[in-house]
Structure formats: C-alpha cells, structure tokens
C-alpha cells in the first residue's frame, strides 16, 4: 500500500484506524480523484449532516453533482477467508493504476473506502476468529472487540456509505452466493426503500463475477424460501443496513485465484454501479433518514414509540453501570441522545433531572429501536433461521430503557458523550467493608485486589443488608486506600460494616483455559479481571497441553457444531477433532472445570464426574438451532447464582436441560423459568417445553468441583446480565470447601 500511494499520493492514501487484540494494525484505504482527496472533510460533513437534515441533503442531491457516493469493501473479516484481501488489493492496483475514462468516472463521483484485512489477527493464525476467539461477523451491534469499534468509528459513523460488500468464503453449494437474503426482515430496516436498490446493485454484480469466472451467481431471496436471513443485527452488512447502506454478503467458492478474480470483478462492478447511479441511491438512503426524522411510519410490522427513557437513578434503575454505558454505546454508533435538565414527567411516570432520553424522531431511528426494543416471536414467519432472532440491549445487558408512547415535553440538552459517576467510599468502622454486586464493576474491584495480594472473601449467606455474595475485604494494610482508589475509578458502593457473623469463602484465582465457541466467556470475563486465556479448539486439535502450561482449570463452552469432527474435502475443521477432544478429557480428569452448552455437557458425559443427564432441543440427537430471550428461576443462596433470583432474563442459544440427576451429589442453581411470560422474543417453536426445567447445576463433594450450564451466560458478550453467572462459576472453582 505505501509503494501504491508514494505513486499516487493525490488520489490514494491510507491510514492506520486501531490494532487487534495481538497489536496488529487495521488499515483503511482511500480511493477518490484529485479533487476529493483534497475535500474529504467536505464529503463527510455533507453525509453526516443528511441523517439529521435529509430533506435539505436530498434537494442538493437535485440541484447540484458535485458530490461522492461513499462506498465501503470489507475484505477477511473471518481470517481464513483469504481472497478478498487479494482482491481488494487487485481493486486499489485497478483505481490507481488504470486511467481510462470509466476508472476517472469512478473516481470523480465515488469515494471508495477498503478495510484491506478486518482480521489480521486471524489472517495470520489461519483462523475464522479473532485473537480473542470471536467471529467478528457476529459482533457488530455489540461491538465488543477493537476491530469492530474501529470500523464503526471511522466507516459506519464517519462516512454513512452508501453502498457496502463484505467478502467471504467459502460456498459448499455449487456456485458464488451473493445477498439479498431470504425472510423474515427485520421490521427495523426500512426494508422496501433498500430492495429498491439492492436487487437491482446484486444482478450487477452477478453479471459481472459470471463473466470474470464462468461460474453462476445464487441470491438468496430469489431462489430460497428462508434459512438466508436478514433479520439479526449482528452480521456487518446488516447493521450498515440501518444507516441506508446498500449492502451485502459475497460467498466466493475456494481459496484460490478464480475466487479472487470473483471478489474482484464484484468490487469493480460495484463502483460501476454506484457511480452511474448515485443520485437515486443517495436519495433512498437518505429518504430512510427522512422517514425517521418526520416520524413516518411506511412498515406495516412496527410501530416506533415516540422516545426511549433510560433513567440512571436507583429508584428507576437496575443497572446504572449498564445504562450509562449503553448510553454511550449509542452516542458511539451516531445516535441523538438528550439528557434531561429538569424533572419532567412520560407516559405518567416522573422523571428526575439527569434521566437520558433517545427521541426516535431522528435518522437512524431503526438502529436505535433495533437495540433498545424487546425483539419480537418470529417463529411463525420462517420455518429456519440461520442464526439467533433475538437481540435486546436492555433485557440482555438488565437495564431498564421504557419505550414512551405518547409525546412529551422536557427541557433537554444533547450530549456528545457520558460522563460516568463514580462510586461511593463509607468509612464505617473499619473492620470489615463490603462491596455488593451492584454491577459487573464489582468483580473486577474485588479481582483487582485479590492480585494485587489483599485477602477477599464472599458471604455464603446474608450479612446485614447484604446479599448473599457479598464482596468482604477485612482490614490489611494498605487496604483502605485501594478501595478508595476503586471507588474513585468504578461506579461501586464500598462501605465499612464492622465484624460480620456471616460464612465467608475466600477468592482465589485460578489459572483458565477458556475453550470455546464464541470467544464470549474470554473476552467478558478478562474484562472482569479473571486470569482466563482463550486457547483455541485448532490448538487443542494439535496437542497444545494444558497441564504443561500450568493452567489449573478448565471452561468449554459450545454447541453441538463444536464438538463435531468436521473436516471437509479441503482438510479443515471449524470444531474439535477427536484428538482434541482426548485432550481436553485427559486434563479435566484431574482439574476442575465448568461447561456450558452442549459442548460442556459432553465433556462431562465423557469423564462422568457430575452423574447427570442432559438434553437439547432437537431429534434423532441433532442439536437445532431453537434460540430466545427467557426466564430463569436461580436461588440466591447457590454460590453459582448469587446475587440471582426469581424471574432472570436470560438468552439461550441451543438450549440445555437436565433431564435427570442423582440428588445426593448434584445441586441445582436455577431452573428455567415457569409462567406465560417464560419466553419473550427470538425463533423457539416449544419454548414451553423448557419451562421449570433444570438449567444451572454443580457438584456435592469436596473431591472435585464442576459447574454446567444448560444456557452459555457469557454467548458472544451479548449478555452482561448473566456474566455474574459465569464469574460465579469461577470463584467456585477456587473455594476450597463449600
């Protein structure tokens, strides 16, 4: 890239927008004319300022060419899907190298915009995922890794493209897929303006991978019923969807030179297309902010409430923590939010001063409702979903965020930014101070210490007016300054209680390796201070050996796909293998361990430490892909679910029951929830089936110490309401009696 640039400097140049997880640098290119390259701030501001005012940016588009069309190309988000970085280099070499008229037209009316290698990380492991072991295609609502936030920070949010392509591989059916999807549509999307454009911009770019090599394009939406959905945020194309991104999924076949050629030939076409049609694409786009900021309501599947509350005081609040960062995760992702300068009073409920309002009057009010609503049953539309259905900040991450229908006045201001509180210090007497779990910052405060060589225990049973679970630090030198110091830094509540009368349980940290499916487990609980470490199933496969590396436990954590032997005719697995799973056989026999999901309760039917059987949804032994936001029913005295109780909103993802157990050595934590509120949105035909069923159980004895979940309570990062679950489990694990 420096030697294509230090030849083209005036229409090509390329910057460096963050590091991975292992401190690889993630590059942007830019592609305009001369001209542009000189304006770019110009081209930004004008985007940008079309989500608030898109009436006065469509009548531009009308009067005036002077304008680009922002188009983005994402190449390797999955790290072993290599083509798309040769063909976007192909791409770069074309616009700079080429100066025929067309290459000049593209450039004159495009900006081009190429993350060359999303993945780099995986790219050079071989790997799918990330260094952290997260499919990145399936993080972009959450946006929990660094690679994600830097394209929403200097793509989806500095640009607002028009039109996107996100390269993938690789296709097991006959030919090249490329999205339109199949239903449901989310009902967010303002799905009739981009079909408009997206049939019509996919045909294009079919034609033109057919040419370039001789193989037949498939598009979902016109020759499946379902099974290719749109419908999660989760995927890249689909949350650029929700700034009126044109956008879609390319699945070339192999790794190999025609691949790229593909890639290639649908990039170019792309920027073809684009440029001699970007009035009209620009238009729709920006007539989707249009409908968002006049409040018109074109879809017939939904209807927005007037504004979303997200109060942060405790009367209102569960998670204050959670909603102020949810806040700021809003502001992130380019969304309006107000902030209350007076009490003021929303569909009968009064307010305080302070409380964080996201009027849905505003560009990107799908987005907006995409993340803040309760998600809907979409069961009954589809007979298969290709991945989860359900998705809900404030029930995933146990924040209150109420929808208000009807309008309402308020003196307000808009904020560019959150400005966290801190917590709070209480002398007391000095003997003892605690800390509840009022947030996940509690673990980190207490695992912080706990390395830092200060004495933590947790209460078993209630002390005062604390819960069982308790954080208890008794007085050590030096102590008093550090939970000060903690205070200062995390929204906490520490506070001296003097002698206390309850069971305490001493934390230790254990050495964990984390082997999983999603990366979820490791990155939340790293985050919380725990000494994880991911170990990825392809270095198990190879005989990474735990024991040797001195790690003490053990978490797995997948569904049945993980625990497959998949190799395909070209010799790669995406699970483990059997020498793998011997591997991880051989060192839970004589380690603790926790599992989750179905890969979890394997490996316990392997080594048959808890005596407990355990089932899925699904026939003849085949897990299906049933997923939702439920209830679980957990007690508050288990030390795998303090600070749990009755009616927890949980998510499953290939849920798991226990189906029978030997009750003098296995306890159960919680059970999924009973009643007709049990299930509340996602793709579950009998959710029903589930209700009161065994979800969370661990071991009776002093020999050894296991936890299984039937739900994973840290799915992808999705759910930092259950990470208190995981982080429990945890501690179990280093508690030396019961």
Not at 234 to 263: C, N, V
Not at 291 to 310: L, M
Not at 377 to 405: E, R
Not at 682 to 690: E, H, N, S, T, V
Request: with cysteine; charged share 20%; net charge negative.
């Amino acid at each position: 890239m420096q030697d294509i640039k230090n030849k083209n400097a005036g229409i090509m140049d390329y910057k460096v927008i963050g590091q991975t997880h292992q401190g690889r640098n993630l590059y942007l290119v830019t592609l305009t004319d001369g001209e542009g390259m000189k304006n770019l701030q110009k081209y930004q501001t004008f985007m940008k300022s079309a989500v608030q005012e898109p009436k006065a940016a469509m009548e531009y588009v009308d009067k005036n060419t002077d304008y680009k069309i922002p188009v983005f190309f994402n190449a390797s988000i999955h790290g072993n899907e290599t083509p798309g970085v040769d063909g976007v280099i192909q791409l770069i070499e074309k616009l700079t190298g080429d100066k025929s008229a067309e290459v000049q037209n593209i450039l004159k009316n495009c900006v081009v915009l190429i993350n060359v290698v999303q993945n780099p990380d995986g790219r050079a492991s071989g790997g799918r995922e990330n260094a952290a072991g997260v499919d990145m295609n399936r993080d972009y609502i959450t946006q929990s890794q660094p690679e994600t936030q830097a394209i929403v920070k200097n793509v989806a949010t500095a640009w607002y493209p028009t039109t996107m392509l996100d390269l993938h591989g690789f296709m097991t059916t006959d030919n090249i897929l490329l999205e339109p999807c199949t239903i449901p549509h989310n009902p967010n999307y303002e799905y009739d303006l981009l079909a408009e454009s997206l049939f019509p911009h996919a045909e294009y770019m079919a034609e033109a991978m057919k040419k370039a090599t001789g193989w037949e394009v498939d598009i979902p939406a016109e020759i499946w019923e379902d099974g290719w959905d749109d419908y999660p945020p989760i995927f890249t194309p689909q949350y650029f969807m929700y700034f009126g991104t044109i956008s879609h999924t390319l699945e070339i076949k192999y790794a190999d030179q025609q691949s790229i050629d593909a890639d290639y030939a649908a990039c170019y076409a792309a920027l073809q297309y684009a440029s001699k049609n970007k009035a009209k694409l620009m238009k729709n786009q920006f007539e989707i902010y249009n409908r968002g900021v006049q409040g018109i309501e074109a879809e017939p599947d939904i209807k927005f409430p007037y504004a979303y509350i997200i109060p942060v005081n405790k009367e209102q609040q569960k998670d204050s923590y959670e909603a102020y960062k949810m806040v700021q995760h809003l502001l992130n992702n380019g969304i309006t939010v107000n902030q209350a300068l007076t009490s003021f009073a929303a569909d009968g409920i009064q307010y305080p001063a302070g409380t964080f309002i996201v009027p849905m009057h505003q560009g990107l009010r799908g987005l907006v409702n995409t993340m803040l609503w309760e998600g809907e049953d979409v069961t009954a539309l589809a007979n298969q979903m290709y991945d989860i259905s359900a998705y809900s900040f404030p029930l995933l991450n146990g924040f209150d965020a109420p929808a208000v229908q009807k309008e309402f006045s308020v003196e307000s201001k808009g904020i560019s930014e959150v400005l966290f509180p801190v917590g709070s210090f209480k002398e007391g007497n000095g003997l003892n101070y605690a800390i509840p779990v009022e947030n996940d910052r509690a673990y980190f405060a207490a695992n912080t210490l706990v390395k830092e060589g200060f004495k933590v225990y947790r209460t078993k049973d209630m002390v005062s007016k604390y819960p069982a679970g308790t954080f208890i630090i008794p007085e050590q030198t030096g102590v008093v300054e550090r939970l000060k110091a903690l205070a200062g830094q995390n929204m906490i509540t520490v506070e001296g209680v003097g002698a206390t009368k309850a069971t305490l349980q001493p934390i230790m940290l254990k050495k964990i390796a984390v082997v999983e499916e999603d990366g979820g487990t490791f990155s939340s609980m790293r985050e919380l201070g725990f000494d994880v470490t991911a170990i990825s199933y392809n270095a198990v496969n190879h005989g990474y050996n735990l024991n040797e590396n001195g790690f003490e436990a053990l978490i797995v954590s997948g569904s049945q796909g993980m625990w497959q032997d998949s190799y395909d005719a070209t010799g790669t697995t995406w699970s483990l293998d059997s020498r793998g799973i011997e591997n991880l056989i051989a060192f839970a026999k004589n380690h603790d361990y926790i599992g989750a999901g179905y890969a979890g309760a394997m490996l316990n039917d392997e080594i048959n430490k808890l005596d407990v059987v355990m089932g899925s949804v699904g026939e003849d032994g085949i897990q299906t892909a049933e997923n939702g936001i439920c209830t679980l029913d957990a007690n508050k005295y288990d030390p795998i679910t303090y600070s749990y109780g009755k009616n927890e909103t949980v998510f499953a993802f290939k849920p798991m029951w226990v189906s029978a157990f030997n009750k003098n050595s296995v306890v159960v934590s919680g059970s999924y929830g009973t009643g007709n509120t049990m299930y509340k949105a996602g793709f579950w035909a009998k959710p029903y089936q589930l209700a009161g069923a065994h979800a969370i159980i661990h071991d009776n004895t002093p020999d050894y110490d296991v936890v299984l979940f039937g739900i994973v309570p840290t799915f992808r990062c999705y759910n930092h309401a259950t990470n208190g679950m995981m982080a429990n489990a945890i501690y179990y694990l280093g508690y030396d009696g019961k």
